[in-house]
């Protein structure tokens, strides 16, 4: 089944304790991407990779680090969360090409004390 | 940067009444307009997509509308069901290229009563 892997579903953690979300996809799509939710605000796109090796900040960077070393994979780093990095996240990836269709995670609801 | 307001932010309806969301975009350049839905628990799931060549367009009971000239674009359902409550979010690609990204609006509340 084509799908975009998200774990963990749900994260309780402490400021400044080192945290990796994982994204997984198995669609062989180039672009990657992180998103975060809250509310009235919509999603808000935090980083993006067009491909292997090639990434780029999205609109809400800060305190976030992304890496795609495989095609498949594209996890996020948050090196020292603090409470407003309490949000809903979501992966996403589509293909490179015309086709602007996004493909949706599950979501991670982090809780940050 | 992009700017992409929707509105309502809640919307409820009777079963069998019609539900429309509006959205507004800034960039003059986007050129695609897509509504995701978000149904609880799940990540956003693509239902319809518009391109700036086209007026209109139709799935069964959901339909887009985009004016170029007012830069907005309107998600219609008709004929609502218990199953179309969910949140919706309208996007457009500011920059109008196909590989850029997608700003997102705020979001959409949408409860169908039974």
């Known amino acids: 089944e084509a799908q975009v892997t998200q774990n963990p579903r749900y994260l309780i953690t402490v400021t400044g304790k080192k945290l990796t979300v994982t994204c997984s996809q198995n669609?062989?799509?180039?672009?990657m991407s992180w998103y975060r939710q809250d509310p009235g605000l919509g999603l808000r796109q935090i980083y993006y990779?067009?491909?292997?090796?090639?990434?780029d900040k999205g609109d809400v960077p800060e305190g976030y680090k992304v890496s795609r070393k495989e095609k498949r994979n594209f996890p996020l780093i948050l090196e020292s969360p603090s409470p407003n990095q309490t949000s809903l996240y979501f992966c996403a990836s589509r293909t490179g090409d015309a086709s602007q269709k996004l493909f949706f995670g599950s979501g991670t609801q982090l809780s940050v004390l | 940067g992009e700017n992409v307001e929707q509105h309502p932010s809640t919307l409820s309806v009777q079963e069998g009444d019609s539900a429309v969301i509006k959205c507004t975009y800034s960039d003059s350049a986007s050129n695609y307009f897509p509504w995701y839905k978000q149904e609880l628990g799940k990540g956003p799931q693509l239902i319809i997509d518009i391109r700036s060549n086209v007026g209109e367009k139709k799935d069964q009971r959901i339909a887009v509308t985009l004016n170029k000239t007012a830069k907005h674009f309107s998600l219609h359902i008709t004929e609502t069901q218990p199953e179309d409550s969910a949140v919706y979010f309208c996007a457009d690609n500011a920059g109008g290229t196909s590989y850029g990204k997608l700003t997102f609006g705020q979001g959409t509340i949408l409860t169908v009563h039974p």
């Open positions: 990779s067009m491909n292997v090796e090639v990434t």
């Open positions: 669609m062989n799509h180039e672009y």
